[in-house]
C-alpha cells in the first residue's frame, strides 16, 4: 500500500509498529518537506 501526506505521520507509524511488529514493512520513497510518500509491505 501506498500513503501519500503533506507531513511524516510519525504516531501512525508507530502505532503500526506496536500492532503489527516485523509484519509489516515501512518504506519511505520521499520525505520532503510538504511530500511524504511511504510504501506499506506485509512480510509473512
Same mark, same amino acid.
Given at each position: 500500500? #501506498? %500513503?501519500?501526506?503533506?507531513?511524516?505521520?510519525?504516531?501512525?507509524? @508507530?502505532?503500526?509498529?506496536? #500492532? %503489527?511488529?516485523?509484519?509489516?514493512?515501512?518504506?519511505?520513497?520521499? @520525505?520532503?518537506?510538504?511530500?511524504?510518500v511511504?510504501?506499506?509491505?506485509?512480510?509473512?
Amino acid at each position: 500500500m #501506498r %500513503f501519500v501526506n503533506d507531513h511524516d505521520p510519525l504516531p501512525l507509524l @508507530n502505532q503500526l509498529r506496536e #500492532r %503489527f511488529g516485523e509484519h509489516v514493512r515501512i518504506n519511505y520513497r520521499q @520525505n520532503d518537506a510538504g511530500a511524504v510518500v511511504i510504501d506499506f509491505d506485509v512480510v509473512a
